[in-house]
């Protein structure tokens, strides 16, 4: 069965760098686009941004262009996620979300149909 | 950018009512690829409804949901204790952002 699972729960102060996991399983690696929501406490989602995990391109939401950066290993297929120069509202449950699938050289807009069980990331001093 | 404005922010039912969610999108979905998610505290979300109107593999046929262009719609026929939960709207077809609406709580 399709399982994305995430690593464990961060605390970091602010300034620093974070990096969470997500190693998929189930369906094959290459062929469906990785998603990164995050969801800051009592708060709503956020898109930050989308990953082929085949050939690494990315696109980011305008607010995380420069700090934010994803990328995978297609060797343990893994996907990363690391933010940079962490602030207090980057408190946050971070998810990865399976999305678009690509095959035969076109790619087919999906919804998020499977999501990691998500890592809670706390920037404080 | 496509903002997505849910409304109401809090809709307070009983069981064995009806629920209607409503999702308004600032420029045309492309293709209407809209979905819904449920999510309950603790929880990852859910999907729920693809394509606008589509439901997900499992999902009991209470939940439909209805709409094109920029105006979409999610109804739960007959409430059940299970479905009082969170509910976001997300647009993914056409160019990133791929935006979530604010959510609408539901709750008894």
């Known amino acids: 069965q399709v399982q994305l699972v995430q690593s464990g729960a961060e605390v970091k102060k602010p300034g620093a760098s974070v990096t969470v996991s997500c190693k998929a399983s189930g369906y094959t690696f290459t062929t469906f686009y990785i998603h990164w929501v995050r969801q800051a406490p009592g708060q709503g989602l956020e898109w930050m941004g989308i990953i082929n995990p085949s050939g690494g391109s990315t696109r980011f939401a305008q607010r995380f262009q420069g700090r934010v950066a994803l990328t995978s290993d297609t060797s343990t297929s893994t996907l990363y996620m690391e933010l940079n120069n962490l602030r207090s509202e980057d408190t946050a449950v971070y998810y990865c979300a399976r999305g678009f699938y690509c095959s035969g050289g076109s790619c087919y807009s999906r919804p998020l149909d499977y999501w990691g069980q998500g890592t809670l990331v706390t920037v404080s001093s | 950018e496509i903002v997505l404005t849910q409304s109401p922010d809090t809709l307070s039912l009983s069981p064995g009512e009806r629920a209607t969610l409503s999702c308004r999108a600032s420029q045309s979905v492309s293709s209407n690829y809209l979905a819904w998610y449920q999510q309950k505290p603790g929880q990852a979300p859910k999907f729920i409804i693809y394509?606008?109107?589509s439901r997900a593999a499992g999902i009991p046929d209470r939940f439909s949901g209805s709409g094109s262009g920029t105006d979409f719609t999610l109804t739960i026929s007959r409430l059940e204790p299970e479905d009082f939960a969170v509910y976001y709207c997300q647009q993914y077809g056409g160019s990133p952002p791929y935006t979530f609406g604010q959510g609408t709580k539901l709750e008894i």
């Open positions: 394509a606008a109107s």
